[in-house]
């Protein structure tokens, strides 16, 4: 696996490792073999094996179980939050060059149809989408694979991050109603955070200027920018200056015509009480919107388009 750059690769395997003897010390010290902890989590012995061996990416609830178990007072799940896993987690091949361009962007934004950008993906959402192609090793392998990539972008000292979801992401439903209220109420927490710009483009505007595909717009430390699109299985990288002025045009022309983050929110907020969550939809929305109203003073670019109602979906 390509490595996205020598020192964090170094400073990721040493942090690794470091995990993997920690829990082979607590496990020796409470008697019990790889086998025995294996039963108790539950899992395979050779997941016990290879996290020990910093051959695995850990998650969180397997940190949390090896606590537990082996009364450490949550030593392994602090240890496992301070761990940027991101270099140790595979990529397919053809998908690296982006991996390690989001782990040096100062700026992405992105323009995304049908699904949710996987930066967005709630956990929940994650699982539904990759199970429906695979299971098993696989599958929870490709769910850390696309959960690590967010650590970076959803903190709060994270890169600049702008999103434009056409309608379509919202009402796509992936895995169930419950799956899909989830991941509406991960898009309105996220969206608070005060690098990240969530706007939805709504379906009924025939008149909005959209990009043709899915596309990011990455910006690197130097200056260079790239625009980044997919097809099925493989990833499309250009910096002609004069295809990223045409597509960039778009994008914040988009950016523009779209719902603001406010209106956004609310209409999320409403999908989110269509999957059937009506309580916490509308306690997060009420959060949204102080959030919107407060960045948007800070700004001082007021917004004063009235929202329009928008049928909800029946479920």
Known sequence: MTKRNPAASELAATTAQMFGELLRHYRESAGLTQEALARLIPCDRSQVARVEA????????????????????????????????????????????????????????????????????????????????????????????????????????????????????????????????????????????????????PAQNAELHRPNAPMSLIRLPDGHEWIYSESLDSGHFNDDPAVLSRHTRTYHGLRADALSARESGALISDLMEGYGHHGTARSERGDLDQEQLQRGQRRKLPRSRPRIPRPRPRT
Request: charged residues 25%; hydrophobic residues 45%; negative net charge.
């Open 54 to 201: 910093a051959k695995r990416v850990p998650t969180d609830t397997f940190a949390r179980a090896c606590d537990e178990i082996l009364g450490t007072g949550g030593v392994l799940l602090r240890l496992w939050g301070r761990i940027d896993w991101y270099p140790e987690v595979q990529h397919p091949d053809w998908f690296e060059r982006r991996a390690e361009m989001d782990a040096e962007a100062v700026a992405l934004h992105e323009y995304q149809v049908g699904v949710v950008p996987g930066l967005l993906q709630a956990p929940e959402y994650v699982h539904a989408l990759f199970a429906r192609a695979m299971n098993g090793d696989e599958l929870e392998e490709r769910v850390r694979a696309r959960l690590s990539r967010q650590q970076r972008f959803l903190s709060e000292d994270g890169p600049l991050y702008t999103v434009v979801l056409d309608e379509s992401c919202l009402r796509t439903v992936i895995g169930n109603a419950d799956v899909m209220r989830t991941q509406c109420a991960h898009l309105l927490r996220v969206g608070r955070l005060p690098n990240v710009f969530i706007q939805v483009a």
